[in-house]
């Protein structure tokens, strides 16, 4: 399984960005998908996931501000970020995951500058 993350780049404290990330394979197989992000220095920490019924789970950090989703036709997973804030700037990942299988993407960069 292949993941290509997108749509990162450098945006102004409050701004909005949509990452994505295309999955060389039919997500549906799929138990969770899902974004983390690690900042330099620090763990791989948990975003947002989106089980295959399209069960949301939010870090606290960023509740009422991202909204993950899927679109199965096209093979994807999207986060969008809202008011955005510096702290959120770190490496994002994609990840899909289903029993003895777990893939991530190469990462994307989000810097939010104050």
């Known amino acids: 399984v292949q993941l290509q993350a997108s749509g990162g780049g450098l945006v102004q404290a409050g701004k909005s960005l949509r990452l994505s990330c295309k999955v060389s394979r039919n997500i549906s197989i799929f138990t969770y998908m899902g974004w983390y992000r690690q900042a330099p220095g620090n763990q791989r920490d948990l975003v947002a996931t989106?089980?295959?019924?399209?069960?949301?789970h939010y870090a606290d950090s960023v509740k009422g501000r991202f909204n993950v989703s899927r679109d199965s036709v096209k093979r994807a997973i999207y986060l969008q970020m809202d008011s955005l804030r510096p702290e959120d700037t770190s490496v994002y990942y994609c990840?899909?995951?289903?029993?003895?299988?777990?893939?991530w993407g190469q990462g994307t960069l989000v810097t939010v500058s104050s």
């Open positions: 990840n899909v995951r289903r029993a003895g299988l777990s893939e």
């Open positions: 989106i089980s295959r019924s399209g069960d949301t």
